[in-house]
């Protein structure tokens, strides 16, 4: 459908379709449950997308809200990760950390994601480092982003090749839609559950992991 997409529009939407598909893909390897993803890019390239993934999960014991944290804030990391990888075929899918570190600071719209990591750190340092001195915070929140970002870029790059795959059958379907009798200008795409389920599991995904320490 997105055939006749003007390159320049396509180009982003590829960007941001990454960006929900990491969400989708990490969120999915991590062990939460996942719905459908969504993207709109406008003729100004303006944009607005989403990747449906349940939140809900038991959490028993300490240890289990801290894994829980963790692996949010890799779903987090992992957007703004893809959203760097490159789309053509045959190029290395590698993350560019300069350029997502830009996107999370608030460079192409994720403040929000930024924001939500930020809160989760801080909760992860609490759990972490229940006694220490205010002059080690600075210290200790770093230790827990380096770590959770280098899990996080080594899952993506192993799942990189299902991030793309994904991304482009999302572009693929989007179409210019009209609104109240005014010039269509936006192109919006929908996955649904069902539809990215088949694709998910005959791509090259890599075994459901677990968050190492």
Request: proline share 4%.
């Amino acid at each position: 459908m997105s055939s006749k997409m003007p390159s320049a529009v396509r180009d982003h939407a590829l960007q941001i379709a990454h960006h929900e598909m990491g969400h989708y893909v990490v969120a999915r390897a991590l062990g939460f449950a996942t719905g459908g993803v969504t993207l709109s890019v406008s003729m100004d390239l303006r944009h607005k997308g989403g990747a449906s993934i349940n939140l809900v999960r038991p959490l028993s014991s300490m240890q289990a809200m801290k894994q829980y944290l963790e692996a949010r804030m890799m779903v987090l990391f992992a957007g703004v990760m893809a959203q760097t990888l490159p789309s053509n075929p045959g190029t290395r899918k590698r993350v560019d950390t300069s350029k997502a570190i830009a996107i999370l600071k608030g460079a192409h719209g994720a403040e929000r994601d930024d924001a939500k990591i930020r809160e989760l750190r801080h909760l992860l340092r609490n759990i972490d480092y229940p006694d220490s001195s205010p002059e080690s915070i600075c210290a200790e929140l770093k230790a827990i982003n380096d770590r959770l970002w280098r899990q996080t870029q080594d899952l993506v790059e192993a799942m990189a090749a299902t991030i793309t795959e994904l991304a482009v059958v999302l572009v693929d379907r989007m179409a210019l839609v009209e609104q109240w009798g005014t010039p269509a200008d936006t192109y919006e795409g929908v996955l649904t559950a069902e539809m990215l389920e088949p694709i998910y599991r005959r791509s090259e995904a890599c075994p459901r992991r677990t968050i190492t320490r």
